[in-house]
């Protein structure tokens, strides 16, 4: 457990967590591009939330003995992980609604006036697809469905990490 514990002060750990947010991202750009599966905008708001986590990790990543660094690292990836989870879990729910008319979303995602992502980066945070359509399955599950269990496992993670750093190491 005293392993465990002070695995937040090293830098492996915070760069597991922010190479497998950019794997996730990577691989979402993949399924775009080459696979031809266009983002709606909720898939577009779960894209976000992934860098969020994978921005997270930065702080820690770079400091990982200072404690700022860390509550910055852990607090930004535990909102990151419960905002991706909230909107996957929405968007599941906009699949399986038994009525089409309530399976839309909005036209284009919608960022803050100081964050414009759309007018920055349009490749990456266009929408041309519809919330409603499940145009990739794997085991019986569908995009939206995989990744409220990936953000529920980084929620999880997050919350473990913190537990046993407060108990194990008794301090974050």
């Known amino acids: 457990m005293q392993f465990l514990s002070q695995l937040p ?3 492996g750990a915070w760069a597991l967590l922010f190479l497998s947010a950019v794997g996730l991202v990577l691989t979402a750009l993949y399924m775009q591009y080459q696979m031809g599966l266009d ?3 909720k898939c577009i708001y ?3 939330a992934v860098m969020g986590i994978a921005a997270a990790a930065l702080p820690a990543l770079f400091a990982p003995r200072l404690l700022v660094a860390r509550l910055l690292s852990y607090a930004a990836w535990l909102t990151a992980a419960i905002w991706g989870l909230r909107i996957a879990h929405d968007h599941v ?3 399986q609604s038994a009525n089409a008319y309530f399976a839309v979303c909005d036209a284009f995602p919608v960022f803050p ?3 414009p992502l759309l007018d920055w980066f349009p490749s990456l945070f266009e929408a041309p697809g519809l919330c409603g359509d499940i145009s990739w399955v794997f085991l019986d599950m569908s995009m939206p469905e ?3 269990i990936i953000f529920a496992i980084y929620t999880g ?3 473990v990490v913190i537990a046993l750093r407060l108990i ?3 301090k974050l």
């Open 9 to 11: 002060e090293r830098r």
């Open 39 to 41: 983002p709606c905008v």
């Open 46 to 48: 779960q894209r976000v």
């Open 93 to 95: 729910v906009t699949q």
């Open 113 to 115: 006036d100081w964050l």
């Open 146 to 148: 995989w990744m409220r």
């Open 157 to 159: 993670l997050a919350l």
């Open 168 to 170: 194990g190491a008794r």
